[in-house]
C-alpha cells in the first residue's frame, strides 16, 4: 500500500531537469535507507537510486549515472532525486520507498510522480 507522497514530477523537453521529492511524513527518518525505482509502460518496475541512513552508500543504475543524483536532507526528513539531462526513456512513473534494515524492518512506498519526457 502506497504510503509516501512524491512530488517533483512533469513534463520536460529531453536535456531538462527535474528534482523529486519524497517526505517520510512522520517517519523515525534518521532510520531509513531511501531509494528510487520507475516503471516505464510495458515494463517492470525497476531500481534507479539508493542512499543509506547516513546519506552513504548511494547506488545507481548504470545508464543514470553522472547525469542523477539522490540526497536525502535529514532536517526535512526528505529524499531528493535531481534528475538532470533527462532522455526520452527516462520517461517513467517515479516512486519513492523508504525502508529500515534494522529489527524490525519496515518498508514504504510512495504512490509515484509522473515523469514525462519530449523531443
Known amino acids: 500500500q502506497a504510503v509516501l507522497a512524491e512530488s517533483g514530477g512533469g513534463s520536460v523537453q529531453a536535456g531538462g531537469s527535474l528534482r523529486l521529492s519524497c517526505p517520510a511524513d512522520?517517519?523515525?527518518?534518521?532510520?531509513?535507507?531511501g531509494s528510487w525505482y520507475r516503471q516505464a509502460p510495458g515494463k517492470e518496475r525497476g531500481f534507479v537510486a539508493s542512499?543509506?541512513?547516513?546519506?552513504?552508500?548511494?547506488l545507481y543504475e548504470d545508464s543514470v549515472k553522472g547525469r542523477f543524483s539522490i540526497s536525502r536532507d535529514d532536517a526535512k526528513e526528505a529524499v531528493y532525486l535531481q534528475m538532470n539531462n533527462l532522455e526520452l526513456g527516462n520517461a517513467a512513473i517515479y516512486f519513492c520507498?523508504?525502508?529500515?534494515?534494522?529489527?524490525?524492518?519496515?518498508?514504504?512506498w510512495g504512490k509515484g510522480t509522473q515523469v514525462t519526457v519530449t523531443s
Open positions: 520507498k523508504v525502508n529500515k534494515t534494522t529489527y524490525p524492518t519496515v518498508e514504504y
Open positions: 512522520g517517519r523515525t527518518f534518521a532510520l531509513l535507507d
Open positions: 542512499i543509506n541512513r547516513f546519506g552513504g552508500g548511494i
